[in-house]
């Protein structure tokens, strides 16, 4: 039992690309969400899903795609990155939004230059 | 404005001492306040959990304290050890659309 895992850890991207990162869980979690963390600031909500096929917007979402095709999987996409969007990334699931513990990944350090 | 404030920002206890951290919030409506342990380099682990009507909770050495009328919590940590390092960050999340509201974390230095 992984529990949630992030891929990749690290990564460094010039202005303009892009890229995608993946959360995967195997605690069968019908909830997932995507944060960011920057120094001195609290976790932000990205995005999150309610379930397969399903996403919406949390607190900072410009700029940020989200899929959830598969319950499994939920993948945090960058179509032209800004250096705005250097962070530190962490997924999360639950079982329920309303009150069951939120198990975090163990995030991906994003450095866009 | 939700907001969620922490203090204090950094504290620094010996071994062995309790320490006891403190967290604010005018996120309304409300629907659970949560209590995450960070270390260095991880993602946050849940330590408490607690609803409206729950006033205290507590996970081993860690007891939380919620009054919702005053919308204060508290965290406190007995006989602290020195892999209690690390930084203790206050969660409310609101009722309704459950956004959850983070506060910017107390860092917790336990020396020997």
């Known amino acids: 039992n992984a529990g949630v895992t992030q891929t990749p850890k690290f990564r460094v991207l010039k202005t303009g690309q892009s890229m995608t990162l993946l959360c995967a869980q195997d605690?069968?979690?019908?909830?997932m969400y995507w944060y960011r963390q920057d120094p001195g600031m609290g976790l932000r909500l990205i995005h999150y899903?309610?379930?397969?096929?399903?996403?919406a917007k949390g607190e900072v979402p410009d700029g940020y795609n989200v899929s959830r095709l598969k319950k499994q999987n939920f993948l945090l996409g960058l179509e032209s990155a800004a250096p705005s969007q250097t962070s530190v990334y962490f997924c999360?699931?639950?079982?329920?939004?309303?009150?069951?513990?939120?198990?975090f990944g163990p995030g991906t350090r994003l450095t866009v230059l | 404005k939700n907001q969620v404030e922490q203090s204090p920002q950094s504290l620094i206890i010996l071994e062995g001492k309790n320490c006891t951290l403190q967290?604010?919030?005018?996120?309304?409506?409300?629907?659970?306040l949560r209590w995450y342990k960070q270390d260095t380099g991880r993602g946050p682990v849940s330590l408490t959990i607690?609803?409206?009507?729950?006033n205290t909770k507590s996970n081993g050495r860690y007891t939380a304290t919620l009054d919702a009328d005053t919308k204060q919590s508290s965290l406190h940590i007995t006989a602290s050890q020195l892999s209690d390092s690390a930084s203790y960050i206050c969660?409310?999340?609101?009722?309704?659309?459950?956004?959850?509201?983070f506060g910017r974390g107390t860092s917790l230095i336990v020396h020997p």
């Open positions: 999360a699931s639950s079982n329920r939004v309303s009150t069951d513990t939120q198990y």
């Open positions: 605690m069968n979690h019908e909830y």
């Open positions: 899903s309610v379930g397969e096929g399903t996403t």
């Open positions: 967290c604010n919030y005018t996120v309304s409506p409300f629907s659970n």
């Open positions: 607690m609803t409206f009507s729950e």
């Open positions: 969660v409310v999340i609101s009722g309704g659309s459950y956004i959850p509201t």
